[in-house]
């Protein structure tokens, strides 16, 4: 699968899971192989920006653990 995309669609969440950072955001990304797929997006994220695969913190676990999922993020280039 590509790691590169353009952001469809995205929303900032103010509620959820106590053991999520919030606010976040979520929206769906268009792969460059035609993959619409929902995800964590990161940074300033607009409708049309260019965007890649990386791997971030969205929260905290039992025992302080970092929860740690694919986040995509404004590309670098």
């Not at 797929?37 to 653990?65: K, Y």
């Given at each position: ?68 999922t694919f986040i995509f993020e404004a590309?670098?280039?």
């Amino acid at each position: 699968m590509p790691r590169r995309g353009l952001v469809y669609s995205f929303s900032i969440v103010h509620a959820g899971a106590q053991s999520w950072h919030k606010p976040f955001t979520v929206g769906y990304v268009d792969l460059e192989n035609g993959v619409r797929l929902f995800a964590h997006l990161r940074g300033a994220i607009e409708i049309g920006a260019q965007v890649e695969l990386g791997r971030g913190v969205v929260g905290v676990a039992a025992g302080d653990a970092s929860m740690v999922t694919f986040i995509f993020e404004a590309a670098t280039s």
